[in-house]
Every structure is written in structure tokens, then in C-alpha cells.
T-cell receptor
Framework: QQQVKQSPQSLIVQKGGISIINCAYENTAFDYFPWYQQFPGKGPALLIAIRPDVSEKKEGRFTISFNKSAKQFSLHIMDSQPGDSATYFCAASTSGSARQLTFGSGTQLTVLP | SAVISQKPSRDICQRGTSLTIQCQVDSQVTMMFWYRQQPGQSLTLIATANQGSEATYESGFVIDKFPISRPNLTFSTLTVSNMSPEDSSIYLC???????????????FGPGTRLTVL
């Protein structure tokens, strides 16, 4: 599996602030980039996803920014809330019959009240 | 989306024994995957469960240790064989290419099975 590098490992943000998590990839064949949110004791839940034909996708307070030339993508959480405190994983996959996901290392986000 | 259930949700097992984890989906799916997530770590793909044929294993994972069954389009099992404490982890089932879904690229995850091996 090709690597997806994620940073930072942990992030502490004040309530109402902006949380930014970054990911970089190497495999130019990746063409689907989802973000997952995981709470303790739960399975990862799909948050938002993007394809490389667009540079930005927004869903509510969550926005993915995508830079194809730099092979980077990031998650922005606007107006961060204590309920957003969770671990966030970026991932990537290639087209084809299997669509296996390659995950980043994860970012533990803590939003202080 | 798909509703995915896993059994058991957690278990504590003795070294040398085996545990079979079940994954049930409420709709027919083309792809089913098994992942391992060690405490505080990311997810690592173990194998792709192929319906009607042998599973496809990732590097570092072998069928003798992690036999997988996929008898139909809604069910799969993962067995962790001859367990050691190093197998203590969360095991997650995921599904993709859901029939009639808006996007065939999305993967959904089950709640996981937390395994502790003593």
C-alpha cells in the first residue's frame, strides 16, 4: 500500500476556532480522498470525501481543500465544537475493482470548551 | 449508507485459542474488507473478502492466521487463529460498492470487535 502522511498527530483548539488537518500522498493514481471521524469505542464514520477534479468541497462546517499539483489535501473544521473532539483519519484509494483504502496515521483533535 | 453489525463487540481470549468475528450488512454489497486497528493507531487492511472465492490478503497477513469466509453478499467472518497477546487489537469490517448507493467509492465501517488476548 502506498503511504499517506498525516499531520499533526494531535491538535488542541478552542471552541469556535478552526481546526486544520493536513495529508500528503505519493501515489498519483489515487483518485478518491475521504476523511473519517472516529470516536472512542466506535468504528470510523465517513465525514466528507473529494475527488481530484475539484479543489474544494464543503459540507456544513467541514471543508476539504485539495491541491493536486502538491499532492496534498486538508480538512478544515470551522467553528469547532467540543463534540468534534475525536480522531480524524484521511485516506486515499485508486479506481478499480477493489477500492482498498490507505489510511493516514490519524489526528486526535481536542476542542476545549 | 449501510448498517453494519459485528459480533462479538468485545472478547477476552486465552493465548493459543481462536476467535471468529462475524460481520453482517443490511444490504447487498460487492466489497467487504477486514481491517485491524491497534490501540491508538491507524487502520491496516488485513484482506478483501471475496464472495465465492478465496480472500485477498495484504502483505504481512496470511490465510492460516486470519481465515476469512464470505458465503454471500451480506455476511463475512474473520477468524483470528492461534492467538497471542500481539493480536490484541480492534478488528473492523467495512463494506463498499453498495448496490443502489449514490457513490460506489464510499466505504462504511462496522463498530469493531475489541479483542484482548491474555
Amino acid at each position: 500500500q502506498q503511504q499517506v502522511k498525516q499531520s499533526p498527530q494531535s491538535l488542541i483548539v478552542q471552541k469556535g476556532g478552526i481546526s486544520i488537518i493536513n495529508c500528503a500522498y505519493e501515489n498519483t493514481a489515487f483518485d478518491y480522498f475521504p476523511w473519517y471521524q472516529q470516536f472512542p469505542g466506535k468504528g470510523p464514520a465517513l465525514l466528507i470525501a473529494i475527488r481530484p477534479d475539484v479543489s474544494e468541497k464543503k459540507e456544513g462546517r467541514f471543508t476539504i481543500s485539495f491541491n493536486k499539483s502538491a499532492k496534498q489535501f486538508s480538512l478544515h473544521i470551522m467553528d469547532s465544537q467540543p463534540g468534534d473532539s475525536a480522531t480524524y483519519f484521511c485516506a486515499a484509494s485508486t479506481s478499480g475493482s477493489a477500492r482498498q483504502l490507505t489510511f493516514g496515521s490519524g489526528t486526535q483533535l481536542t476542542v476545549l470548551p | 449508507s449501510a448498517v453494519i453489525s459485528q459480533k462479538p463487540s468485545r472478547d477476552i481470549c486465552q493465548r493459543g485459542t481462536s476467535l471468529t468475528i462475524q460481520c453482517q450488512v443490511d444490504s447487498q454489497v460487492t466489497m467487504m474488507f477486514w481491517y485491524r486497528q491497534q490501540p491508538g493507531q491507524s487502520l491496516t487492511l488485513i484482506a478483501t473478502a471475496n464472495q465465492g472465492s478465496e480472500a485477498t490478503y495484504e502483505s504481512g497477513f496470511v490465510i492460516d492466521k486470519f481465515p476469512i469466509s464470505r458465503p454471500n453478499l451480506t455476511f463475512s467472518t474473520l477468524t483470528v487463529s492461534n492467538m497471542s497477546p500481539e493480536d490484541s487489537s480492534i478488528y473492523l469490517c467495512s463494506v463498499g460498492r453498495i448496490a443502489l448507493a449514490a457513490s460506489t467509492d464510499t466505504q462504511y465501517f462496522g463498530p469493531g470487535t475489541r479483542l484482548t488476548v491474555l
